[in-house]
T-cell receptor
Framework: DTEVTQTPKHLVMGMTNKKSLKCEQH?????MYWYKQKAKKPPELMFV???????INESVPSRFSPECPNSSLLNLHLHALQPEDSALYLC???????????FGDGTRLSIL | KNQVEQSPQSLIILEGKNCTLQ??????????LRWYKQDTGRGPVSLTI?????NTKSNGRYTATLDADTKQSSLHITASQLSDSASYIC????????????FGRGTSLIVHP
């Protein structure tokens, strides 16, 4: 079992819906990440949080809104998504930035 | 521009055989290189991580090598098993700065019985 837990595992939503993806880790890691992965492609970095503060935003559209309520939790709020946003969304954590990342199993998101 | 190139793109081998996957990078300044295994529908799992001073590192049947001079790494899988069928991703990190890892496109390995 992975030490980074993501919920839900699957999500289907319409373009007008608002939903949230959740990520949790209890390893005491201070860096957390969101990635987007399309089929047969490597993960693409979206956001990095370090000590609960947003440190990197890779020019992600504002329809994706990250939130880090505490050191163990990372959310990704979704609103007005497009069909091309359908992908596997991976959360990862590491002790500190630039250290080995532990990945969750992702949320498979489908936009209708 | 920081780049990570992996070869081959895909590989099919018979169970019990060995194989070697390649990773070439142009990332600079170099911090560390990691190999991940990603099963279909799962998140990547770290196999090895190597820093500048390390030439080789093993994790069971997986052995990674690093040549920092030529900026090349390889992942050798010994006595392959059906469960080795997965995508293997090479990730290289930059030293200092804001830190953004560079991912290779992965090698898709299929092990046949």
């Amino acid at each position: 079992d992975t030490e980074v837990t993501q919920t839900p595992k699957h999500l289907v939503m319409g373009m007008t819906n608002k939903k949230s993806l959740k990520c949790e880790q209890h390893m005491g890691h201070r860096a957390m990440y969101w990635y987007k992965q399309k089929a047969k492609k490597p993960p693409e970095l979206m956001f990095v949080y370090s000590y609960e503060k947003l440190s990197i935003n890779e020019s992600v559209p504002s329809r994706f809104s990250p939130e880090c309520p505490n050191s163990s939790l990372l959310n990704l709020h979704l609103h007005a998504l497009q069909p091309e946003d359908s992908a596997l969304y991976l959360c990862a954590s590491s002790q500190l930035q630039n250290q080995p990342q532990h990945f969750g199993d992702g949320t498979r998101l489908s936009i209708l | 521009k920081n780049q990570v190139e992996q070869s081959p793109q895909s590989l099919i081998i018979l169970e019990g055989k060995n194989c070697t996957l390649q990773c070439n990078y142009t990332v600079s300044p170099f911090s560390n290189l990691r190999w991940y295994k990603q099963d279909t529908g799962r998140g990547p799992v770290s196999l090895t991580i190597m820093t500048f001073s390390e030439n080789t590192k093993s994790n069971g049947r997986y052995t990674a090598t690093l040549d920092a001079d030529t900026k090349q790494s390889s992942l050798h899988i010994t006595a392959s098993q059906l469960s080795d069928s997965a995508s293997y991703i090479c990730v290289v990190s930059v030293a200092g700065g804001s830190y953004i890892p560079t991912f290779g496109r992965g090698t898709s390995l299929i092990v046949h019985p």
